[in-house]
C-alpha cells in the first residue's frame, strides 16, 4: 500500500485546511485509515481513525469538534476535514493504513505511513 499525503500549509489561527490522503496498491484488505501529527520534539499521536467497514471514527480528545475525518473507499481517498485551527494543532500529519493479512498463525497487521505533510497555524 502507498499512502501520499497532500493540502498542508500555513493558516492563521480560527482558518481551515482540508488534508488528503491517496491510496494505491492492496487497498482492498484496509481495515482501517487514520489521521497521526508529530510536532518537533515531541511523539506522533493519534489524531482521528476510521474503520473500512463500520466506517465508524474516533478522535484525539484535542481535535474533536474541529476535525472531520472522511473516507471514500472507492476513490481509495481520505479527508481531514480541520475547522478551528490552533497554533497547538501545528504538526507533521501523516496519513496511516492498517492492513489484515490471514496468515496460518492467524490475522496480522501492517501498518503503511505517507511521507507526511506540513500544517502550520500562525497565532
Known amino acids: 500500500v502507498q499512502l501520499v499525503e497532500s493540502g498542508g500549509g500555513l493558516v492563521q489561527a480560527g482558518g481551515s485546511l482540508r488534508l488528503s490522503c491517496a491510496a494505491s496498491?492492496?487497498?482492498?484488505?484496509?481495515?482501517?485509515m487514520g489521521w497521526y501529527r508529530q510536532a518537533p520534539g515531541l511523539q506522533r499521536e493519534l489524531v482521528a481513525v476510521i474503520e473500512s467497514g463500520t466506517r465508524s471514527t474516533d478522535y484525539a480528545d484535542s481535535v474533536k469538534g474541529r476535525f472531520t475525518i472522511s473516507r471514500d473507499t472507492a476513490k481509495n481517498m481520505m479527508w481531514l476535514q480541520m475547522n478551528s485551527l490552533k497554533p497547538e494543532d501545528t504538526a507533521v500529519y501523516y496519513c496511516?493504513?492498517?492492513?489484515?493479512?490471514?496468515?496460518?498463525?492467524?490475522?496480522?497487521?501492517?501498518?503503511?505511513w505517507g511521507q507526511g505533510t506540513q500544517v502550520t497555524v500562525s497565532s
Open positions: 496498491g492492496n487497498t482492498f484488505t484496509i481495515t482501517s
Open positions: 496511516n493504513a492498517v492492513r489484515r493479512i490471514i496468515t496460518t498463525q492467524g490475522p496480522h497487521d501492517y501498518d503503511y
